[in-house]
Nanobody, 117 residues
Framework: QVQFKESGGGLVQPGGSLRLSCEVS????????MAWYRQAPGKQRELVAR???????NYVDSVKGRFTISRDNAENTMYLQMNSLKPEDTAVYSC???????????WGQGTQVTVSS
């Protein structure tokens, strides 16, 4: 059974930073392309960043230069470093396998990120 456990969200002022973590169990993590997703109120879930098993990364245009995705295969954990946060980054952030490569797995609870002054 695949499980994703997200953490690290919170309330931050515009321009601030947060580091999200995603602990993964139930799959051979190092073999999977992974991704962070977010869903803002009233909007569809969007893929924010992906990291391949080769460690290659790419990002949605709105976060390029501000967010950095990384992974630690030894710890079965993925991270999202978010800098220069904007109010429009407010959303529930969730991790899952990369939908471009794999079938999505059951979602975890996600972690709320709120950017507000």
């Amino acid at each position: 059974q695949v499980q994703f456990k997200e953490s690290g969200g919170g309330l931050v002022q515009p321009g601030g930073s947060l580091r999200l973590s995603c602990e993964v169990s139930g799959i051979i993590f190092r073999n999977y392309n992974m991704a962070w997703y977010r869903q803002a109120p009233g909007k569809q879930r969007e893929l924010v960043a992906r990291i391949l098993f080769s460690y290659s990364t790419n990002y949605v245009d709105s976060v390029k230069g501000r967010f950095t995705i990384s992974r630690d295969n030894a710890e079965n954990t993925m991270y999202l470093q978010m800098n220069s946060l904007k109010p429009e980054d407010t959303a529930v952030y969730s991790c899952n396998v990369d939908q471009r490569s794999h079938s999505l797995q059951p979602w975890g609870q996600g972690t709320q990120v709120t950017v507000s002054s």
